[in-house]
């Protein structure tokens, strides 16, 4: 257990639909990052937070977005959804923002998102 | 560019047999870290180990071991003695020292066979 929770586990919706997905960090670890992991592009890292502000933006879409709220949860927000969303969405933690030998990000269990 | 590679998509081996999974990495960086992950049936991610590049001393954990060869941009992973719980897809990972995202390879995917 990597102490990084994420709700829920599956999600099942329909194109056009808009969904949140949530993350809670480890205790004391103020990064969150979300990560994309799906059959044709691999694990890619989306976004990252840290204490509350945006630090770095990777392959995400524009009809993403996330935020991170000042208990340091974030949410992950994906709309005007289409199949290619369907994956398995990861979120994970670290105690710094940046650099550094020993940031090493632990991850939730997933989010799998299924889109019909 | 920052570019990880995993050649080997999909390995089956025989249980108690030995196992090498391949990294290759590109980065400009000169300061860098090197991560292998696992991903069981389960989903989950775990965290294996991290190498920082100015350490190039291998590593040895159980019948894990990591060979990190800066010449050929390598960071290679061996299982010894597999066992079926190993089955997994392995992740290797790459993180440059100026910014924290992480770099993944495809995956490699392993099936030990009782």
């Known amino acids: 257990d990597s102490g990084v929770t994420q709700t829920p586990k599956h999600l099942i919706t329909a194109t056009g639909q808009r969904v949140t997905l949530r993350c809670s960090p480890r205790?004391?670890?103020?990064?969150v990052y979300w990560y994309q992991q799906s059959l044709d592009q691999g694990l890619q890292f989306l976004i990252q937070?840290?204490?509350?502000?945006?630090?770095a933006k990777g392959n995400i879409l524009e009809r993403f977005s996330a935020q991170q709220f000042p208990d340091l949860h974030s949410e992950l927000n994906l709309s005007s959804l289409e199949l290619g969303d369907s994956a398995l969405y990861f979120c994970?933690?670290?105690?710094?923002?940046?650099?550094?030998?020993?940031?090493?990000?632990?991850f939730g269990p997933g989010t799998r998102l299924t889109v019909l | 560019a920052q570019k990880v590679t995993q050649a080997q998509t999909e390995i089956s081996v025989v249980e108690k047999e030995d196992v090498t999974l391949d990294c290759v990495y590109e980065t400009r960086d000169t300061t860098y870290y090197l991560f292998w992950y696992k991903q069981p049936p389960s989903g989950e991610l775990v965290f294996l180990i991290r190498r920082n590049s100015f350490d190039e001393q291998n590593e040895i954990s159980g019948r894990y071991s990591w060979n990190f060869q800066k010449s050929t941009s390598s960071f290679n992973f061996t299982i010894t003695a597999s066992q079926v719980v190993d089955s997994a897809v392995y992740f290797c990972?790459?993180?440059?020292?100026?910014?924290?995202?992480?770099?993944f390879g495809t995956g490699t995917s392993l099936t030990v066979i009782p």
């Open positions: 937070y840290y204490n509350g502000e945006e630090r």
């Open positions: 994970a933690s670290s105690v710094a923002g940046a650099g550094g030998p020993y940031n090493e990000q632990f």
């Open positions: 205790s004391g670890d103020l990064s």
């Open positions: 990972a790459l993180r440059p020292n100026t910014g924290n995202q992480f770099y």
